[in-house]
């Protein structure tokens, strides 16, 4: 059974730091294209996040662009996103997902095919 699996959520104060973990399950991540998303509530999916399943090629958004790093471990079978200075505006679910193909990464959630339940990130004081 296809599985991604996302850990590392939590609560963090205002210029903290966080890493995320998207971990698969039932296939491997190697050829796979994985964005991380996130939710807030009353808003739409946002793409964050992805990297490249052929040469680690990666985007960011603007919004976060500096403060986050997205990475891959194929051995683990897993990507991470680590975000550090952390504000109140990144609380949301944050969701990784996959898509199958060479250099298919991008910021647009329609284009996944997998996903992962979603892991809660709280930025508070």
């Known amino acids: 059974q296809v599985q991604l699996v996302e850990s590392g959520g939590g609560w963090v104060q205002p210029g903290g730091s966080l890493r995320l973990a998207c971990e698969a399950a039932?296939?491997?991540?190697?050829?796979?294209?994985i964005g991380w998303f996130r939710q807030a509530p009353g808003k739409e999916r946002e793409g964050v996040s992805c990297?490249?399943?052929?040469?680690?090629?990666?985007y960011y958004a603007d919004s976060v662009k500096g403060r986050f790093t997205i990475s891959r471990d194929d051995a683990k079978n897993t990507v991470y996103l680590q975000m550090n200075s952390l504000q109140p505006e990144a609380t949301a679910v944050y969701y990784c997902?996959?898509?199958?193909?060479?250099?298919?990464?991008?910021?647009?959630?329609?284009?996944?095919?997998?996903w992962g339940q979603g892991t809660q990130v709280t930025v508070s004081s």
């Open positions: 039932g296939f491997t991540l190697d050829y796979e294209n």
């Open positions: 990297i490249s399943s052929d040469d680690d090629s990666t």
């Open positions: 997902a996959a898509r199958y193909g060479s250099f298919l990464y991008s910021p647009l959630a329609y284009t996944y095919d997998y």
